[in-house]
């Protein structure tokens, strides 16, 4: 028998940044497979649709109507999920049946005028004043007093629930820190304690000494398939200088941070040639009026599709009732992401 090794062998992987653990089953990628790879054309989008909620001009629920905007724009969501203005309270502390009442606010940002772009689609210039956008808006909600915690995302593509192709991304920003941020402010100060060093500057350190995993780079930013990624094509976006936020980060950062989203999205869209759909979102720092060193600034790529446009990873059965599962190794599909051209396949 061949000594263990991670190419070939079922493991369990350790997620490093939230102390959980994926299963690993790389001899079942070896199947054959026999279903269709079919490519997805798309239906071309107009550059202005008058039905969107999201256009310039355009009418929003509650009689809003949207300015005619030629870059950004960004409002309150207009069926937030969370309220700034209620009541304070909590009931049954300490007893098995526990809430509490939780601040926060919803916004909507609209990445681009144009209704037919994706941020792969868009020039860096356009994605450098998203950047931007989101900086002010980090700024601007986390200076709140109730605001602890500002989580920035994207869902992207019907397969995700998401209604509107208009590019857009949303931010909710809340009193508490929520589950995924809390379990790596958790192992995040633990590391920093330990070590006198941040977990994921460490980490890339690692990344960077075999590449195994790495897709793309540039002078500030390296994007790579986390050793421990749960997704197919799960990715990680990390900062080459430690950084807790936005904030942090100088000028050209910002620009090399836009390049870098660019060029990652597009190689996503040409891995099956159709706009690949994902959850995506910025990890920064609490905005609880604490310092935190211990925080590296990171974005994470969640990405269902498997095998083709229509052939999504569902996380079922095992998954749901143990934890997480993958085939296909995250080496390999780091490989498979770096063979890509980052030349957009429909502007070509
Ligand atoms: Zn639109
Ligand atoms: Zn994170």
């Not at 909600?141 to 995302?153: A, E, M, R, T």
């Not at 809390?182 to 990344?207: C, F, I, P, V």
């Not at 099956?272 to 935190?292: I, V």
């Amino acid at each position: 028998m061949t000594s263990f090794n991670l190419a070939d062998h079922p493991h369990r992987r350790y997620n490093a940044l939230t102390g959980e653990w994926v299963l690993v089953s790389p001899h079942r990628a070896k199947r054959p497979w026999q279903g269709q790879v079919e490519e997805d054309a798309g239906t071309a989008r107009p550059q202005y649709d008058p039905q969107c909620y999201l256009c310039p001009g355009n009418a929003r629920a509650g009689g809003f109507q949207n300015p005619t905007y030629a870059q950004t724009f960004v409002f309150d969501n207009d069926f937030s999920a969370l309220l700034p203005d209620i009541p304070q309270g909590e009931v049954g502390t300490g007893d098995l049946l526990i809430a509490r009442a939780e601040r926060g606010i919803c916004r909507v940002i609209c990445f681009s005028p144009r209704h037919d772009l994706t941020l792969a689609e868009m020039d860096v210039a356009g994605i450098r004043r998203v950047v931007d956008l989101w900086t002010e808006q980090y700024q601007d909600l986390g200076s709140k007093d109730f605001i602890n915690y500002v989580q920035i995302f994207e869902n992207k593509g019907a397969i995700m629930g998401c209604s509107n192709p208009h590019p857009h991304g949303q931010i909710w920003a809340q009193e508490a820190i929520p589950g995924e941020p809390a379990k790596e402010l958790q192992r995040m100060r633990d590391h920093r304690e330990q070590q006198g060093s941040t977990l994921l500057g460490d980490y890339l350190e690692k990344e960077l000494q075999t590449w195994e995993r790495i897709v793309c780079e540039n002078e500030a930013f390296v994007a790579l398939v986390p050793f421990w990624a749960v997704w197919p094509f799960e990715t990680l976006v990390l900062c080459r200088r430690h950084v807790t936020s936005l904030s942090d980060m100088t000028d050209a950062e910002k620009n090399n941070l836009a390049a870098i989203l660019k060029r990652l999205t597009t190689r996503y869209d040409n891995l099956f040639k159709t706009s690949f759909p994902y959850s995506a979102g910025l990890h920064q720092a609490p905005t609880d009026g604490q310092a935190h060193p211990e925080w590296d600034f990171h974005i994470h790529f969640y990405p269902p599709l498997l095998r083709s446009a229509a052939i999504k990873k569902f996380m079922v059965g095992y998954e749901m009732l143990s934890n997480p599962q993958r085939d296909m190794t995250p080496e390999t599909s780091a490989e498979r992401l770096r063979e890509l051209s980052e030349v957009h396949y429909k502007t070509g």
